[in-house]
């Protein structure tokens, strides 16, 4: 069975729409997704950016993520045809490793925890494919890198892309 | 730089020793550690299996291990040395995330957040030498594996073994 890597923030969970309901919860302005797109994490808000990094370090912030699309269908086909790991880089948010545990087994009852890993750096982890939003964790990657989708991303150019859940199926369920 | 891969449990922590001290607070009876030797991790208290398994549950278990004897002092020359990870397969145990990640900082401040894997099964890292106590764990390891010796696993003869951290420094630090 070839080993399949899966990112969380962002991949399996909506992490950007989390921080546009935060940022507009303590500022009173919705910033549109849509004007994030080709701008690095840090730079995707207008302003307070101290604040954004810090609602990574507030209770529930991962726990209330909302799931991505498609994502709970196309991964439960996805682990009765690969050897399935999800990898979080988890260790900076001392809150969110519980919280990343919880959100796993509520919305993604059908893995099981030793499927799970949560770690600072992803270089530590090896497989047949990786599927993550960050360019920094594929570049580390001995398999076949899949880039997914996300704002922040639209400007890297050097992996195979795929955008949003259906295609993911498509691509590793033929 | 070499990876080496260093296991919690019975390796960095005296989790053997935290056992023995719940089971005498519990069942008022205090196990010697040499009566468990060469006895499987199940196996290894006269009674009340149950009991101690869940011990792993409660509040503070893995907050609150010892440090085993030299591991600060030899870790600390290692991580100059090698591109050192830690690996623990803590995800069975939702309270020991934070508990582990707090153990670590506490008492090995020179090692990062970006080190520290916490996972289910440990066939996901890779690297060049990994020191556990399960033999389980080394099994699938790609490099040079060390058994770091404990009670539970002296019956096992398959694997290059390390009687403590005085041991592995005179190895991995020649």
Sequence with gaps: MERLIVDMDDVLAD????????YE???GIRVPRESMNHKDEMERFPDNHDAVYNFT??????RTMDVN????????????HYEVFIVSSAMEF???LPEKLEWLNEHFPFLHWKQFVFCGRKNIVHGDYMIDDLPHNLETFNGEKLLFSAPHNLQFNQFKRVSGWREVGELLLK
Aim: aromatic share 22%; hydrophobic share 35%.
């Design 15 to 22: 992490a950007t729409g989390q921080f546009i309901n935060y």
């Design 25 to 27: 919860r303590e500022f």
């Design 57 to 62: 370090f507030r209770k529930d912030f991962f």
């Design 69 to 80: 699309p498609y994502s709970q269908e196309v991964m439960k086909e996805l682990n009765a």
């Design 94 to 96: 001392p809150n969110s």
